[in-house]
């Protein structure tokens, strides 16, 4: 249950596959873009990815109410096509980001979100496609990505288990052979107690695919928790600062804060480990710190052992604790001086 992005493998048992998200944190500068995909390198991400669209494709210019941004969002208020035309990265940079991403050996892709997108993305030979949380119900789109062959990362987002069914079945049908699900809360940003993490095995189990997170939350205990239940993929917003106005700064990471969050994630993956019991590698020298039985007062030949002269006691040379009923009663075949750990030819 693998899939495979440029020659990595992605999945169970292996190393968590991190995404850094650029979206519009470059403000629509080009050397700010760049200058994220450079910082995203050295927080050590494995990939970069953008948003490809335009307002003209995602919405149409109307300031009518159904075309505002409301409820409680960051960009309340705001018509659909200005927000979109203020958070698009234009598509003539994208070739270079590809570029610089690839020089400093990063994965490089993008979400599409039109078949003109979809088309743009294959001409620069990206290597896996992304469909975006609300576009998984577009289930043309979602065909089109599949057709061409590439993995196919799905973000889940608000969707029931029904359309995500819809969604896998369809693009599975149109022959994408690998993919992956994001558990995905889309809300921004998204509140811990919203994340449901817990869904990410399940998405596993019920499609037989590699699950991960698209997060959105604060901070980075999220996605170390999504690691710990499983995740193989993590994707998570970048910026500069977020002290930097834009559509997404708010709930982006830092460079220094995506550095921790991989580090906790590499630990994380870590600590997982396999199933095991017993005394590891690391645990040998400490074994002698165990309790065993000693003889804590001075005895002669023939003393009886009581609970006052032998004890179970740190460290561990004498014998095991569970013969200490054994013992009481019996009488000591020689003299043993306070402090000798307890073995069975000194017990009559």
């Keep these: 249950m693998c899939l495979e992005i440029d020659g990595r493998k992605i999945g169970a048992g292996q190393p968590v596959y991190i995404v850094a998200e650029i979206s519009a944190n470059h403000n629509q500068k080009f050397d700010q873009a760049v200058e994220l995909v450079k910082a995203a390198k050295k927080t050590g991400a494995d990939a970069v990815k953008l948003q490809t669209f335009t307002p003209d494709t995602l919405t149409i210019e109307s300031n009518r109410p159904e075309f505002r941004a409301g409820g409680g969002t960051l960009w309340d208020g705001k018509t659909l096509y200005n927000l979109y035309a203020e958070a698009c990265t234009p598509w003539e940079w994208q070739p270079k980001l590809k570029e610089a991403a690839e020089r400093l050996q990063l994965d490089f ?192 030949a023939g003393a009886v052992f009581t609970e006052e002269n032998v004890r179970s006691i740190r460290p561990g040379h004498g014998l095991h604790p569970r013969h200490l009923p054994d013992v009481r009663g019996r009488r000591a075949t020689r003299d043993i001086p306070a402090g000798t750990p307890l073995a069975w030819n000194m017990v009559g």
């Excluded at 039109?114 to 990206?126: G, K, N, Q």
């Excluded at 369809?170 to 998204?190: D, E, F, H, M, N």
């Excluded at 990471?253 to 005394?279: C, D, N, Q, S, T």
Aim: aromatic share 6%.
């Design 109 to 300: 892709f993008s979400t599409a979100f039109d078949p003109t997108a979809v088309d743009f993305l294959e001409a620069m030979d990206v290597p896996v496609h992304k469909v975006a949380s609300f576009e998984i119900v577009d289930i043309p789109l979602v065909e089109k990505m599949a057709r061409t062959g590439k993995p196919l990362l799905i973000s889940t987002g608000m969707a029931s288990l029904g359309e995500i069914e819809e969604a896998v079945r369809a693009a599975r049908g149109a022959g994408a052979a690998q993919i992956a699900l994001l558990k995905c809360t889309s809300a921004y940003p998204a509140p811990p107690e919203q994340m449901n993490l817990r869904t990410i095995p399940h998405l596993a189990r019920a499609f037989g695919v590699p699950a991960g997170l698209s997060d959105h939350t604060l901070g980075i205990a999220v996605p170390v928790a999504a690691v710990a239940l499983g995740a193989c993929i993590v994707e998570k917003h970048f910026t500069l600062s977020r002290s930097m106005p834009g559509p997404d700064s708010a709930f982006s990471l830092e460079p220094h804060e995506f550095k921790a969050m991989v580090e906790a994630i590499r630990a994380a993956e870590k600590a997982l480990g396999e199933v095991h019991y017993g005394v590891s590698e690391r645990e040998a020298a400490s074994r002698v710190f165990r309790r065993s039985l000693f003889v804590v007062e001075d005895m002669k």
